[in-house]
């Protein structure tokens, strides 16, 4: 029988590369050419970081994420009130941040904390902004933006030059048409495009991709008539959904944020 080996993996920091004496660096860390870090940075087991990225004070990055080139990590947030305070910038595991993206940390006023979930793709030259939260599995393509505090929940894709407004929340599996811009929130489940944005659909390939049986899709559809195609106030739109889908925990999702939307939706 094998005894009990802890097999450490070395840390690879690039000749050139300026890393802060107070960094924490995990197992099998790898720091290109002339990238930067903070000395109150953490960087996850396995996590590699490109040439040319800065890591700054504040940054906590998990395992298994892969940042590219000239990505900027953890910078100062773009508010006016913002004195310097101490903030942080949250990132989980296994994402992937490529050229050019930017996310700032959080502000005093909002938290003081942005986070990046798990599993995430973030394309060149997205924008994460101060207290942002971003949940799993969520796709940001090229230039899409977002301004402070806005939350974007598991599974939304954001496509190419998408502008979200500061506040704004992003439900779960919805897709955002490249362009769009969004001043209200989007519904769970749903697609929008325009300037501003509006409903066009569902997102019926992401239910199905995220593995949503026939009975499920079809309760959101029917609940969906009833909210967004009905005449009905949506006061009483929400009530007759919670009564004909009181079994459905997707429908439950779909109401309830709605029911909460503080900004209102995209109709």
Do not use: W
Not at 95 to 104: D, G, V
Not at 212 to 219: G, M, P, Q, Y
């Amino acid at each position: 029988m094998r005894p009990n080996v802890l097999v450490t993996r070395p840390t690879e920091i690039h000749e050139t590369a300026v890393v802060g004496s107070g960094a924490s660096l995990g197992q099998g860390v790898k720091i290109g050419a002339y990238s930067v870090v903070g000395s109150d940075v953490v960087i996850g087991d396995d996590t590699q970081i490109g040439p040319h990225v800065v890591v700054e004070d504040g940054t906590r990055i998990g395992s298994g994420n892969h940042i590219f080139q000239f990505a900027t990590i953890g910078s100062a947030p773009q508010d006016l009130k913002y004195a310097g305070e101490p903030t942080t910038l949250e990132i989980g595991n296994d994402n992937s941040i490529r050229e050019f993206a930017s996310l700032n940390r959080g502000t005093e006023g909002g938290g003081g904390v942005t986070r990046v979930g798990h599993s995430n793709l973030l394309m060149s030259y997205s924008h994460v902004a101060h207290d942002c939260t971003i949940g799993d599995s969520v796709v940001l393509a090229n230039c899409a933006t977002m301004g402070g505090h806005v939350v974007i929940e598991d599974f939304a894709i954001l496509g190419g030059l998408v502008a979200v407004h500061q506040h704004v929340k992003i439900g779960q599996s919805a897709m955002l048409g490249g362009g769009a811009m969004v001043v209200l929130d989007v519904p769970p489940y749903c697609m929008v495009h325009g300037n501003r944005a509006k409903q066009v659909g569902l997102n019926i390939v992401g239910l199905k991709r995220r593995g949503l049986d026939s009975k499920a899709i079809a309760d959101i559809k029917g609940a969906y008539k009833i909210l967004f195609q009905s005449s009905l106030r949506l006061s009483d739109a929400l009530s007759r959904v919670a009564d004909e889908y009181a079994d459905s925990e997707y429908v439950k999702v779909v109401r309830e944020f709605v029911e909460n939307s503080e900004r209102g939706v995209c109709r």
